[in-house]
Every structure is written in structure tokens, then in C-alpha cells.
């Protein structure tokens, strides 16, 4: 893979010059309190690029999509407190445009002086950023690449996404590979095609059919294979445990019994389980062996007994790779299983990869260091699909 860096654009001269970053700024949000980032890992991801361009002279144009809106403006989505808390850890105030490709944006693009930093509104406020056919994508993309002379893309995590700003605007600009995006790609090269041995994967979230095709992917790679989360239940039915009310694809059953026939030992499943009466921090809750799950009970995090079993496994693993929680981790009562799987994982002696999404957000909800672990990645869609030997579209682009 032969990509042009920052580091090369940099060499070229950026002074007075306008740059196109394609940044990953959908961070959460507090349910409960409009505009309260939770988690503003991504946003810190991109920092080292943004200041390099600034520090360089650049005259910086940040893009990035939040959330799902359908193809028009949402207040829900809006991208205006990503910039004012983008602005905070820049240490300097980050200009916003109301729009994305219209009067606001271009005046505002117009008026950037060397150093400065303005974030567009919401790509996805614009049908032709996610559109499926070629010419909607290509006309908003030509739309996005008059801003600039130049494009970067630091948006790991939305590399997987043949989107606009992803895909087409490269092919218009000379293109150039961010810090993140490099140093993604390195690290999951590295687990996925020399993984030093033993080589352990932690896999949690809610479905097996989210994760199959990495679990197909990975199972003959692997040494060990650890299975938590709701997708462990499906697994769980297809041993012959009873599950009670616990999450279950009745679909996957037999393709469960399968891989596990396959994987002759290696796919690992939890020995006890947190149940509860409900979905809910207050529900009443007990910790069982599998083989108890209450008929009128869910479980919602793996148990003591698993957490050991699953870190004696971690243990003597050389590489780790973990997506997904163990367990409903945002709320205490079930966040035990989680938290234990991810300090075992801090202990190796060897190389570990969060793989983005809700264990990223994991790690930091429950306050663990992040040094402590290999690499925290910022994509957990484009992570899998990397994993599972697909292109990344994304990548391609600036490959051309």
C-alpha cells in the first residue's frame, strides 16, 4: 500500500494554502443534556493532524458527519458544540459554518486567514454525502472540493463508508493520509496478518450476526477466541442452555453450533452470567451459572467465574484483540465483566488493539489508562471490516 502522508503534504507547504480534513467528530452525546459531549475521544484523535496544519500556516477546513440525519438539517445533529469543544482542546476558537456547501460556508471559507480552523456543518445534512448513486455523490463531493487545494483524510472511522467526503472528493484533490488513518491501518495489518502467537480475541456486543463474518475471519487465526456480551447467548442455546429472556438470535443457532464444532475448543463462553429481572441500573439482579439462567431473567453481564476464566485465557496472549463489551457497562450493576476482561487485557505482556466503538468508549467510561493498552482504535465498523479481509473504500481512494 503506497499512500501519500501528512508528513508529505507538510514537505510540499501548506502556508497560506487551504486543506480539506475529513475528520470522525460523531462522538455521543448525554441523553439527558442536549449538547453534552460524553466521550470526546475522537475529537482528541484528530488533534495532532489539525495542529500540524495550523502550526504549518494552513488555512484549515474540517468536514465531519454526526449521527444518522436523512439527508437534510437536523438541530438534533447539529456539529456546533463539536466545535466549540474541538476549539477547548485546540487551545484556540474553531470557527463553525451553519451549513455545508452554502453561503455561510463559502463566506466563511473565504474569510479564513493562515492558522485559522472552521468545521462545516453536518455532511450528512446533504443527501449527496451517503447517496447511493455515483453523481449525486460526485456533485456534492465537487461541491465540498472548491473549499480546497488539498485533502487529508483522518477519519479512520469512516473509511469503511463510500461516501462523498470519503471516496469521491480524493478523486477530485490531491489526497493525502492523516497520522490516524496510517497508524490504523498499521495496527490492524499487524493483528490481522503477523499476529505474534499466542493470539487472543475478546469479542462482546449485542448480535453474532453483527460479528460473523470477523468470527469466520479470525477463528482460524486465533488461539483463543473469548465470546461475551448478548451475542454470547446465542452460543450459549446452541450448547443447550436455556437463556431465559437474554438477548437471542434464534436465526444463528445452528451456524453457533457450527463454529463451534469448527473451532474445536477455542471459541470460549462465559460459566456464569449476571441476570436480571430487567433492562434497568435498578432491576433486581443475581449472578448464576449458565446452566441456571431464571426463565424470567435476561442476562445482561458475564459473571466473576467468566471474568476469571476469560483473563486466564488473556493472560499468556502475546497479541489481543478485543471489539465489543463484556456486558451493559453503562449502567454499574453490569459493568463488572467488562471492566475485568479489560484490566487482563492491560496485563499482557505483549501487543493489544481496542477495536473501537463501545469498547473504546468503555475504556474511558470506566476510567481505565489508556496507555496501558497497544492501540485504542477510533472506527469499530471499519476495524471488523478491515479484519474480516474487506476493502476499506476509503483507503482505496487514497491509494489512487
Known amino acids: 500500500m503506497i499512500l501519500k502522508t501528512l508528513d508529505d503534504l507538510l514537505g510540499e507547504g501548506v502556508s497560506g494554502r487551504r486543506v480539506l480534513v475529513r475528520a470522525d467528530l460523531n462522538v455521543p452525546f448525554d441523553k439527558n443534556q442536549p449538547g453534552v459531549i460524553t466521550d470526546d475521544g475522537r475529537a482528541r484523535a484528530v488533534l495532532p493532524t489539525l495542529v500540524a496544519l495550523r502550526d504549518a500556516g494552513a488555512r484549515v477546513i474540517v468536514m465531519s458527519h454526526l449521527g444518522r440525519p436523512k439527508g437534510a438539517p437536523d438541530p438534533k445533529y447539529t456539529l456546533a458544540p463539536v466545535a466549540t469543544r474541538l476549539g477547548e482542546l485546540l487551545g484556540t476558537p474553531v470557527i463553525f459554518a451553519s451549513d455545508t456547501v452554502g453561503e455561510d460556508a463559502s463566506a466563511k471559507v473565504a474569510a479564513l486567514g493562515d492558522g485559522d480552523v472552521l468545521l462545516l456543518e453536518n455532511l450528512r445534512f446533504n443527501a449527496g454525502e451517503t447517496a447511493k448513486d455515483d453523481a449525486s455523490r460526485a456533485a456534492f463531493a465537487g461541491e465540498l472540493a472548491k473549499f480546497a487545494d488539498f485533502y487529508v483524510d483522518d477519519a479512520f472511522g469512516a473509511v469503511h463508508r463510500k461516501h462523498a467526503s470519503v471516496y469521491d472528493v480524493p478523486a477530485i484533490l490531491p489526497h493525502y493520509a492523516g497520522g490516524l488513518v496510517l497508524r490504523e491501518v498499521e495496527v490492524l ?154 484490566e487482563a487485557i492491560t496485563k499482557i505482556d505483549g501487543f493489544s488493539v481496542v477495536g473501537g466503538g463501545d469498547s473504546a468508549a468503555a475504556v474511558r467510561t470506566l476510567g481505565l489508562d489508556e496507555s496501558a493498552f497497544g492501540h485504542i482504535s477510533t472506527g469499530g465498523g471499519a476495524s471488523l471490516e478491515y479484519l474480516e479481509g474487506k476493502k476499506l473504500p476509503g483507503v482505496e481512494a487514497l491509494e489512487k
Open 189 to 342: 495489518k499487524r493483528v490481522s496478518e503477523s499476529p505474534e502467537e499466542p493470539y487472543v480475541v475478546v469479542l462482546g456486543g449485542s448480535k453474532v450476526s453483527d460479528k460473523l463474518a470477523v468470527i469466520q475471519a479470525l477463528l482460524p487465526k486465533v488461539d483463543k477466541l473469548l465470546v461475551g456480551g448478548g451475542m454470547c447467548f446465542t452460543f450459549l442455546k446452541a450448547q443447550g442452555h436455556e437463556v431465559g429472556k437474554s438477548l437471542l438470535e434464534e436465526e444463528m443457532i445452528s451456524t453457533c453450533a457450527s463454529l463451534l464444532e469448527q473451532a474445536g475448543g477455542r471459541i470460549v463462553l462465559p460459566v456464569d452470567v449476571v441476570a436480571a429481572t430487567e433492562f434497568s441500573a435498578d432491576a433486581d439482579h443475581n449472578i448464576v451459572d449458565i446452566s441456571d439462567i431464571p426463565a424470567d431473567r435476561l442476562g445482561l453481564d458475564i459473571g466473576p467465574k467468566s471474568v476469571a476464566l476469560f483473563s486466564e485465557a488473556i493472560a499468556p496472549a502475546k497479541t489481543v484483540f478485543w471489539n465489543g463489551p463484556m456486558g451493559v457497562f453503562e449502567l454499574a450493576p453490569f459493568a463488572a465483566g467488562t471492566l475485568g476482561v479489560a
